[in-house]
């Protein structure tokens, strides 16, 4: 169990006992595993419990009173409890558009405390669209980590919003969710009527899991749990009418991505890469991956295209150059543009303040606008 919690599993579990349902006796000490507790610096305690998938439903409901029990530890303000559900072994995968309301539902402390109620609500009936307000869903992918995929889709998400296009970005990067401080996001989200609230940045709304949980917990979640953290940041969030979702997804080829896949219908898939040979090869296994899942590929990214010196202007081209887009020639898919290495792109990562917002017509701004003006159009061009 990942635990930074000043206090021992034996008084979180009793504290846990001492809410029951009233028909079964079930309590989430009793039909959960502890997973992970951790408590930050200013009191909120995040509790993470895997249960049985079937059991999930009934166990949410218990979610909002065990929160209040927990809050009365010494030192909490505020309880969140995420319920991670598991799938039997051997059971088969729900299908797209099957109910995710035995996925993992996060529930946290009482109205009064500044708190919410536990997520869900009526499950939807079978074959129901999963996001029947979202009129396309784009990825953003990349073969490899740390290529800067998570900044193309912050800057990207927001750009499409400066396009006039209703705009909506998920945080699917379980094992390294940052969207959150990319975005600027502060607290949790509140939760309505059983839906979360995404939050409102730029022009956009966005949820990230690094707002629910301890990253450091997210980050040893194995394949079930990231299919229902992912499940629930879909079919649990109020993403209300949207005429694009742009969805962060890990680097690599896996579950998260089939678990999308899976879920909803995929309108494309921006792959981003860096120009060097190493990356580029794993940006072809990404879009042979999206080739085989038959999600179009709107187009490769080349980051880090080049440094451009901010004293004398000349361009070095550290990885290389060009690479993407001869190898988005070679593969037959569009070429999305060049990002160049530059101090102001990772500044405006840490600050939480988008490029595109911040400095929308420095030449990393005009970059990502120009990206985003081109996705735009394709995602214009498809909806006809
Ligand atoms: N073009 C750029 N110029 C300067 N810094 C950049 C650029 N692109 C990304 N960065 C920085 O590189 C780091 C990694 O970027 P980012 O988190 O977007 O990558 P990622 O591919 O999403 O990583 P991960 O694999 O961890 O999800 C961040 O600090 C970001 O600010």
Known sequence: MAQNAPF??????DLLRTVQDPQTGLSLASAGRLES?????GGRLTLTLGVAREQAPALSALCDAAAQKLQTLPNITKATIILTAHRPAGAPEPTAGQTASAAARPASAPAGAGGHRPLGGPAPAPGTPVLPGVKTIIAVASGKGGVGK???AVNLAVGLGMEGLRTGLLDADIHGPSLHRMMGAKGKPDVVEGRLQPMQAWGICAVSLGMLVDEKAAMIWRGPMVMGAINQLLSDVDWGELDVLVVDLPPGTGDAH???TQKVPLGGAVIVSTPQDIALIDARRGVTMFEKLHVPVLGLVENMSYFCCPNCG????LFGHGGARREAEAMGV???GEVPLLAD??????SGVPLVIGAPNSEGGKAYRAIAHTVA????ASAH
């Open 8 to 13: 021992s599993s034996d008084t979180l579990m």
């Open 37 to 41: 507790c951790t408590v930050d610096d």
């Open 150 to 152: 998570s900044t193309t």
């Open 258 to 260: 089939l678990s999308l």
């Open 314 to 317: 000349h361009n070095t081209e």
């Open 334 to 336: 569009p070429f999305l």
């Open 345 to 350: 792109i990772r500044a405006s990562g840490d």
């Open 377 to 380: 159009t394709a995602i214009q």
